[in-house]
T-cell receptor, first 113, second 113 residues
Framework: GESVGLHLPTLSVQEGDNSIINCAYS??????FIWYKQESGKGPQFIID?????DKRQGQRVTVLLNKTVKHLSLQIAATQPGDSAVYFC????????????FGKGTLLTVNP | DTEVTQTPKHLVMGMTNKKSLKCEQH?????MYWYKQKAKKPPELMFV???????INESVPSRFSPECPNSSLLNLHLHALQPEDSALYLC????????????FGSGTQLSVL
């Protein structure tokens, strides 16, 4: 299940299940969003992005959904594998030449074999 | 080449030391970034360089001094740091398109004693 509080939110799934990681963003002017995966001891790795003129985008085993009405972003991972275990961050950018990519607090995904 | 290379990977320094973190990319990106990340927290933006000029300084203390010698290199000079500055320092780069997709290095894990 998923827990939210003072600690990093966590999601624990069984190998082969689908995972859904959620993110609430703060700036209604944000027009570009990215999901990053960060494994222990490594920098964030780009997974998938979406612009605000879209509500869904698919990659390889991953889908990002954007609901601008409620300022909500989700990352769906199909057939989750042990190698998917990591912290997942959503990031938002208010666009233009702003350069400011603001990260959400992250979710720790643990995949049990 | 889609890598951002950071050196050193680990650094231990005293509060009176002067050290530098280095970052290099050969993707032709014209924006480069420094982020700071504490354990179990999201990355926080420190500085942005665009076309070798400092675009953003997120009110970072002067004991951190960035430098962008050319479009491929980014340095962070450290002097008189405090123990609370211990963190993972991440470098990133991106094209300048208005929808900046950042590519991150693996970071320098800094410990200030």
């Amino acid at each position: 299940g998923e827990s939210v509080g003072l600690h990093l939110p966590t999601l624990s799934v069984q190998e082969g299940d689908n995972s859904i990681i959620n993110c609430a963003y703060s700036n209604s002017a944000s027009d570009y969003f990215i999901w990053y995966k960060q494994e222990s001891g490594k920098g964030p790795q780009f997974i998938i992005d979406i612009r605000s003129n879209m509500d869904k985008r698919q990659g390889q085993r991953v889908t990002v959904l954007l609901n601008k009405t409620v300022k909500h972003l989700s990352l769906q991972i199909a057939a989750t594998q042990p190698g998917d275990s990591a912290v997942y961050f959503c990031a938002e950018n208010s666009g233009g030449s702003n350069y400011k990519l603001t990260f959400g607090k992250g979710t720790l995904l643990t995949v049990n074999p | 080449d889609t890598e951002v290379t950071q050196t050193p990977k680990h650094l231990v320094m005293g509060m009176t030391n002067k050290k530098s973190l280095k970052c290099e990319q050969h993707m032709g990106h014209r924006a480069m970034y420094w982020y700071k990340q504490k354990a179990k927290k999201p990355p926080e933006l420190m500085f942005v360089y665009s076309y070798e000029k400092l675009s953003i300084n997120e009110s970072v203390p002067s004991r951190f001094s960035p430098e962008c010698p050319n479009s491929s290199l980014l340095n962070l000079h450290l002097h008189a740091l405090q123990p609370e500055d211990s963190a993972l320092y991440l470098c990133a780069s991106s094209q300048v398109t208005g929808f900046e997709k950042l590519f991150f290095g693996s970071g320098t894990q800094l410990s200030v004693l």
